[in-house]
């Protein structure tokens, strides 16, 4: 990092004094409503004070008072742009609590369609990040690319941001086999585009002098302050659930974690750009081991869950008959708390439930990346000029949905 | 610094790259689709407007008022009135479902037994006055009749009626063959039905 | 070290401070009293067999009625060398609903008490700038307790007159309907 040298104006006898300038909440890099209160001297920030809080709904608090399938659409509100990995979190999260095991091919759906929200929620990162520092047209090359994935999202379940696909236990349907050569196709051509983007900026001097040596964090401290995901991996740490904690299918596929060196914001972007070359070679490896079968399991709960819990279907019951016939007893949720995570394209979303056996979750709380991101957004920005600011919040990933939930 | 890299510097040849690929962008066909002229197809199963299934027969809603779609609603907005004693069939009174609260997730259109209410493909319903998108049942029961209207086919089936690949012994037995027969279901015919009825 | 043999090894060191331990899904947890939660932290931390570098979690729940102590502070701890985890769950009574911070250990452990803060009026003894974090400054109440309101009282928020006064005020501006 340079050091930047300051004449003081108190130094030719000039009168001086810092400057408070409050940036945000609308402000159209803060990426949503982020508040930064920056104390400058100059233009150089010494210190800035993030406030959050503006779009609180009250997820957590909400979820208290429905039942477990309820829930799912809220956490779809979560990280607005990658909701289909907010909602595969809570259900492997309750699925776990349940104790139900999904089936292989609604396993493999999940993670083919995971790994495409991770590609749609990067290049919505890289379209607002490369904006704000100013190349304006890799942000509508990544929207042409973003919205053939929406454009898959709506063939599936109907909806292009807000899915709900995933249930407790499986997924709300299956797929076709033309959705799988759509998605072929698309993944064909999809490291061709990367490839552009990397044109466009990868060694464009702007961009080298925007991020290099901008918002640098050592792994150590990284991990201090509780960074994950690619904000981590950045800085050279190792961190990736889906290797340290495998869920769904990703212990059967083979995938590498892109590492940075330096921590700086060139560096997580690279991070970033590998990421979407690994997403694009486990969809690949999922399309190729897609097993047939079921995609609900016999025992996941029904939509109208009673609050008591919920009824098992009997395994012989004659199909066509007017009554389904449903085991008498309610198989109530276990009493417990757990804790499960996921790694949502921002970082590490986990979500620790307590269970008092109900129908409902006594508590559930989200750990959202994007929070904990935010608050080291003043030790990201220090000593730096207020423009790199806007490097910083972009570098982060933030989305405010998820941050106050 | 190579001497390589003083000459790519120097002739800015990185920036002449990105230059050359919008140019050759540039000369291709455009994505972008003018919207209000020209519309995107709505992939089948979308989740937009609600609508109540009209049935044929009768000219009149399907919904028997189980109020499961109410209690499984995520956003608590829809409101059921019914009569009728326990034990005997109920007659719905009111059915009202406030669409700038709802947030289109399809639990009630998955959860309903009898295919009676549905998120059609219709999405420019924008309006001027907040009453216009608050449905009632009969408002419900238009927006049914205006989307048919626009359908070709001669039968119609939503995609959460009867979702794809889920063991046909968890849905209700209306749920299994899930499709409304549309033929007979122009105004006249129904006016007609209703006349007989 | 997989969550059986940390948690015996634990359980010999931390023995007095330990209230029970909790087993569920293969996932293990250990009540502790409140007063010694930054030694063990430290501990947890420092030791190197163990070393729990990553704070996952930092959130409270509230147990109204179904516990002797009313709050707990649950702190989910994960070694990114090792790849074990392991949950310390600090039990605060409701009549002194405070504890030691441990932003001395972890940094980001700084908002995530914030927001305790602000759900549950748990008090961080020793932090940095404990403020509420999500909920306005002036906001009565914790609201993600048991027995906070469900619905609000009839009065509405703080300032909602005046908005409500504003609005009418502005209604003449408005475009006719159309």
């Given at each position: 990092m340079e050091q930047v040298e300051i004449t003081k104006g108190s130094d030719i006898g000039l009168h001086t004094q810092e400057l408070t300038l409050n940036m945000g909440p609308q402000h159209p890099a803060t990426h949503g409503v982020l508040r930064l209160f920056l104390e400058l001297d100059g233009e150089v920030v010494k210190r800035c004070t993030p406030h959050v809080g503006y779009l609180h709904r009250g997820i957590e608090k909400l979820s208290e008072s429905r039942a477990y399938p309820s829930v799912m659409p809220l956490t779809d509100r979560l990280d607005y742009i990658s909701s289909m990995i907010n909602n595969i979190g809570y259900c492997i999260a309750v699925e776990r609590l349940m104790g139900i095991e999904p089936p292989p091919r609604a396993k493999y759906i999940r993670t083919l369609l995971a790994e495409l929200t991770r590609i749609s929620s990067h290049l919505l990162w890289l379209a607002t990040h490369a904006l704000d520092i100013g190349a304006m047209t890799v942000f509508l090359y990544c929207f042409r690319e973003r919205e053939q994935i929406l454009g898959m999202f709506e063939d599936v379940i109907g909806a292009r941001l807000t899915v709900s696909y995933p249930r407790i236990g499986g997924v709300r349907c299956d797929i076709t086999d033309g959705f799988l050569e759509g998605v072929g196709r698309f993944i064909d051509e999809f490291p061709s585009r990367i490839v552009e983007y990397e044109t466009l900026i990868d060694k464009n001097r702007i961009w080298l002098q925007r991020t290099k040596g901008i918002g640098v964090i050592s792994g150590e401290e990284a991990v201090r302050w509780g960074l994950t995901g690619a904000t981590l991996r950045g800085s050279g740490i190792n961190y990736d659930v889906r290797k340290k904690m495998p869920y769904d299918a990703y212990d059967e596929i083979e995938f590498d974690v892109p590492l940075g060196q330096n921590g700086d914001v060139y560096d997580r972007y690279r991070c970033r750009m590998e990421e979407m070359r690994q997403s694009v070679r486990i969809i690949q490896q999922c399309i190729e081991k897609m097993p047939k079968g079921e995609v609900l399991s016999k025992d996941a709960p029904d939509l109208d869950m009673n609050p008591k819990g919920h009824k098992r279907l009997e395994p012989e019951m004659s199909l066509w008959s007017a009554n389904v016939s449903f085991s008498n007893e309610y198989t109530t949720t276990p009493k417990g708390e757990l804790y499960s995570a996921v790694e949502a394209p921002k970082g590490e979303l986990g979500f620790y439930i307590v269970s008092d056996g109900t129908g409902r979750p006594y508590r559930m709380r989200v750990r959202s990346p994007s929070f904990v991101h935010a608050a080291a957004i003043p030790r990201l920005c220090q000593g730096h000029m207020i423009a790199d600011v806007i490097a910083v919040i972009g570098t982060i990933d933030i989305v405010m949905g998820e941050c106050d939930r | 610094m190579t001497f390589r890299d003083l000459i790519n510097k120097a002739l800015f040849i990185?920036?002449?790259?990105?230059?050359?690929?919008t140019l050759k962008v540039f000369l291709t066909k455009p994505v972008t689709i003018k919207y209000p002229h020209e519309k995107r197809p709505v992939s089948s199963g979308f989740r937009g407007r609600h609508a109540m299934v009209r049935d044929p027969q009768t000219g009149k809603e399907l919904c028997v008022a189980c109020m499961k779609c109410a209690m499984v609603c995520p956003s608590q907005c829809i409101y059921i009135k019914y009569t009728g004693a326990e034990g005997e069939p109920?007659?719905?009174?009111?059915?009202?479902?406030?669409?700038?609260?709802?947030?289109?997730?399809?639990?009630?259109?998955?959860?309903?037994?009898?295919?009676?209410?549905?998120?059609?493909?219709?999405?420019?319903?924008?309006?001027?006055?907040?009453?216009?998108?608050?449905?009632?049942?009969?408002?419900?029961?238009?927006?049914?009749?205006?989307?048919?209207?626009?359908?070709?086919?001669t039968s119609y089936s939503n995609k959460f009626w009867k979702p794809l690949g889920i063991d046909i012994g968890r849905l209700p037995a209306n749920k299994?063959?899930?499709?409304?027969?549309?033929?007979?279901?122009?105004?006249?015919?129904?006016?007609q039905n209703i006349k007989e009825a | 070290m997989?969550?059986?043999?940390?948690?015996?090894?634990l359980k010999k060191i931390l023995f007095d401070d330990i209230i029970e331990i909790c087993q569920f899904a293969n996932q293990y947890s250990i009540v502790v009293k409140k007063q010694r939660i930054v030694d063990i932290m430290r501990f947890l931390h420092d030791d190197p067999e163990l070393d729990f570098n990553h704070l996952q979690d930092l959130c409270g729940v509230d147990y109204k009625d179904t516990k002797d102590y009313r709050f707990e502070v649950v702190y989910q701890l994960f070694s990114i060398q090792k790849c074990h985890s392991i949950r310390i769950r600090a039990a605060v009574p409701e009549d002194d609903p405070t504890i030691d911070t441990v932003t001395t250990i972890w940094e980001g452990a700084s908002w995530h008490e914030r927001e305790c803060y602000d759900m549950f009026g748990i008090v961080f003894k020793g932090h940095p700038d404990l403020r509420r974090v999500l909920m306005p400054e002036d906001w009565e109440g914790h609201p993600l307790r048991k027995d906070y309101p469900l619905k609000g009282p009839k009065e509405y928020w703080r300032g909602f007159q005046e908005v409500l006064q504003k609005s009418q005020e502005y209604r003449q501006y408005e475009t006719k309907e159309i």
């Open positions: - | 990185e920036i002449l790259k990105g230059l050359a690929l109920r007659e719905l009174t009111k059915y009202e479902i406030e669409a700038y609260r709802c947030i289109y997730c399809g639990y009630c259109v998955e959860v309903c037994p009898m295919n009676a209410i549905v998120l059609t493909e219709h999405y420019e319903y924008a309006s001027y006055k907040r009453q216009d998108n608050y449905f009632d049942k009969e408002r419900l029961l238009k927006n049914w009749d205006e989307h048919i209207k626009s359908l070709k086919a299994r063959q899930a499709e409304v027969e549309l033929k007979g279901l122009s105004k006249d015919d129904l006016s | 997989d969550s059986i043999k940390i948690t015996d090894k």
